[in-house]
């Protein structure tokens, strides 16, 4: 964070949003410094990751969420400037679609009994997809950034963050390990056999597993000492 005095050929590039933004003297979250206020014109220096070093016109320069600041609109381009590229809207509509269709698909296997619950959990671990439309104007959730971007016609602005800049979205949930499946016996009727008791066991020791074939009971009495 710096306060030299007013800022010379101070250019905006950027707007604060209405609601006004947290700052920080550096790209640290544990080093907060005064917030910026709405609608504040602030010229972006540098980014770094989510992170945007802006400048003010009073020279005041600090760090915010790069992510959230509002671009100003800039002059056409000349015959010596080329064409900018704006964030493109349908290569996010083809990730959400995508995304929606595996989903789809997982469901209609689970719902037809062509696979079981875990394997439904596997196929649809980590998907994330979000799409709202209102006539002209959609949000889409980007996964990869975490935030949601919303956008009229075919631009997109970021709308919504969902972590912190410089954290890494949350990463979606595990689902809980799926109990065991029960030992069948071949040829009996489904059920594992009774542990046998204790003292009927060779040396005493405990019932063989139900992997295994059930313990047999040797006679070790010799008949000649009858």
């Known amino acids: ?115 079981d619950a875990d394997s439904f959990r596997r196929t649809v671990r980590g998907l994330r997809a979000g799409v709202v439309l209102d006539g002209e104007s959609v949000w889409v959730y980007d996964p990869t950034a975490g935030k949601w971007l919303y956008g009229d016609e075919s631009r997109l602005t970021t709308f919504a963050v969902v972590a912190a800049p410089g954290a890494s979205p949350e990463p979606p949930p595990q689902p809980p390990p799926a109990p065991p499946t029960p030992t069948q016996v071949s040829g009996g009727s489904g059920v594992p056999p009774e542990r046998p008791p204790a003292d009927g066991a060779a040396g005493g020791g405990p019932a063989a597993d139900a992997e295994h074939d059930t313990t047999r009971i040797v006679n070790t009495r010799d008949p000649e000492a009858d």
């Open 1 to 115: 964070m710096t306060s030299p005095g007013p800022a010379e050929d101070f250019r905006p590039t950027h707007i604060v949003p209405q609601e006004g933004l947290p700052a920080w003297e550096i790209p640290d979250v544990s080093r907060p410094t005064v917030p910026l206020d709405g609608f504040l014109p602030v010229q972006l220096l540098s980014r770094r990751g989510d992170w945007g070093e802006v400048l003010c016109a009073n020279g005041w320069s600090a760090w915010v969420d790069g992510r959230l600041l509002v671009s100003v609109p800039q002059p056409p381009p000349t015959a010596d400037r080329p064409l900018a590229r704006k964030e493109d809207v349908r290569p996010q509509l083809t990730r959400a679609a995508e995304a929606l269709e595996r989903y789809r698909r997982a469901v209609d296997e689970l719902a037809s009994g062509r696979t």
